[in-house]
Nanobody, 117 residues
Framework: QVQLVESGGGLVQPGGSLRLSCAAS????????LNWYRQVPQNPRELVAG???????NYADSVKDRFTIIRDKDKNTVYLQMNSLKPEDTAVYYC???????????WGQGTQVTVSS
């Protein structure tokens, strides 16, 4: 059974940093495509950052140069390092694991990030 357990969300002031974690069990992240999405109420989920199996990354323009997706193969965990946070980054953040070549997706439970003074 695949489980993705997220942690690291919370309240932070503008300009601050947070590191989200997504610990996986039942699946090896080194063989998967990894993504972080975020969602605010009444809006669809937005892709924030992604990493392919080969380690190549992509980012939404709104977070480029501020967010970094990191894969730790030893800990089987994917992180989202978020720096220079802005109020508009406030959302529920979800990790997503996709099996390449399939429609198989797994999701974390979501973690709230609130950026406010």
């Amino acid at each position: 059974q695949v489980q993705l357990v997220e942690s690291g969300g919370g309240l932070v002031q503008p300009g601050g940093s947070l590191r989200l974690s997504c610990a996986a069990s039942g699946i090896l992240l080194r063989f998967s495509a990894l993504n972080w999405y975020r969602q605010v109420p009444q809006n669809p989920r937005e892709l924030v950052a992604g990493m392919s199996i080969d380690g190549s990354t992509n980012y939404a323009d709104s977070v480029k140069d501020r967010f970094t997706i990191i894969r730790d193969k030893d800990k089987n965990t994917v992180y989202l390092q978020m720096n220079s946070l802005k109020p508009e980054d406030t959302a529920v953040y979800y990790c997503n694991v996709n099996i390449p070549g399939t429609s198989i997706d797994y999701w974390g439970q979501g973690t709230q990030v609130t950026v406010s003074s």
